[in-house]
C-alpha cells in the first residue's frame, strides 16, 4: 500500500515563496504529481517527477528524492490566484496507471 | 490534454434513488477512471473503467453500488445506486492521455447532493 502525508495548511504573503513538502512510502514507485485544486474545481496537473531531482516550469518547481520518499512543491512569486489546495499523488509500479493522492495542502495567501 | 466533459455538473437527488454520471473525452484514451471527493477531503479512487470488460473497483466499492460502463474508448458512465446522504460527494472521471508521462486528467466533476 501507499502512505502519503503532507501538511494541511500553509500561510503566505503575496509575492513571497512557499514550500509544500509531501513524503510517500510506497511498495513500488513509479512517478509522483502535483496538482492544483481551486475550491469547487476539479484538480489541474502541474508537475511531474519520476526520477530525482527537480523539474521547474514557470514560477513553480518540484523536487523528488526516491532514496527519502520525499517531494516538494515550490510556489514562488506567490500570487492571490494561487490560493488553493495542492494534492501530492504518488503511481505505484503496479498499479496500472492509479494514482493514489495525499490529503491535500491548502495555501493561503494573504496580500 | 484532452478535453473531457461530465454530466450532470450537479444534481440534488432524494435518498432511494440513483443516478448516472456520463463523461466524455474529445479523443480516444487508455485508460478512465471515476474518483469520489467527499467534502474537505482529497481524492478517492473508485474503480477504474475498463473497455469493454467489467470495471476493476478499488476496496471498499462494489459493482451493485457503482456500476460502470464503458463501451468505447471515449466515454464512461458511473451509476450511484441506491443513494443516501453519505453520497453526497464530487464524482469525477479521469482520463490518461500522454503516454510519455501516463498523466492523469480530471474532468470538472458532478457535485451530488442526496437528501
Known amino acids: 500500500g501507499q502512505n502519503i502525508d503532507q501538511p494541511t495548511e500553509m500561510t503566505a504573503t503575496e509575492g513571497a515563496i512557499v514550500q509544500i513538502n509531501c513524503t510517500y512510502q510506497?511498495?513500488?514507485?513509479?512517478?509522483l504529481f502535483w496538482y492544483q485544486q481551486h475550491a469547487g474545481e476539479a484538480p489541474t496537473f502541474l508537475s511531474y517527477n519520476v526520477l530525482d531531482g527537480l523539474e521547474e516550469k514557470g514560477r513553480f518547481s518540484s523536487f523528488l528524492s526516491r532514496s527519502k520518499g520525499y517531494s516538494y512543491l515550490l510556489l514562488k512569486e506567490l500570487q492571490m490566484k494561487d490560493s488553493a489546495s495542492y494534492l501530492c499523488?504518488?503511481?505505484?509500479?503496479?498499479?496500472?496507471?492509479?494514482?493514489?493522492f495525499g490529503a491535500g495542502t491548502q495555501v493561503v495567501v494573504t496580500p | 490534454s484532452a478535453v473531457i466533459s461530465q454530466k450532470p455538473s450537479r444534481d440534488i437527488c432524494q435518498r432511494g434513488t440513483s443516478l448516472t454520471i456520463q463523461c466524455q473525452v474529445d479523443?480516444?484514451?487508455?485508460?478512465m477512471f471515476w474518483y469520489r471527493q467527499q467534502p474537505g477531503q482529497s481524492l478517492t479512487l473508485i474503480a477504474t473503467?475498463?473497455?469493454?470488460?467489467?470495471?476493476?473497483?478499488e476496496s471498499g466499492f462494489v459493482i451493485d453500488k457503482f456500476p460502470i460502463s464503458r463501451p468505447n474508448l471515449t466515454f464512461s458512465t458511473l451509476t450511484v445506486s441506491n443513494m443516501s446522504p453519505e453520497d453526497s460527494s464530487i464524482y469525477l472521471c479521469?482520463?490518461?492521455?500522454?503516454?510519455?508521462?501516463?498523466?492523469?486528467?480530471f474532468g470538472p466533476g458532478t457535485r451530488l447532493t442526496v437528501l
Open positions: 499523488a504518488v503511481r505505484a509500479t503496479d498499479s496500472w496507471g492509479k494514482l493514489q
Open positions: 473503467a475498463n473497455q469493454g470488460s467489467e470495471a476493476t473497483y
Open positions: 510506497t511498495s513500488g514507485f513509479n512517478g
Open positions: 479523443s480516444q484514451v487508455t485508460m
Open positions: 479521469s482520463v490518461l492521455t500522454d503516454p510519455s508521462t501516463d498523466t492523469q486528467y
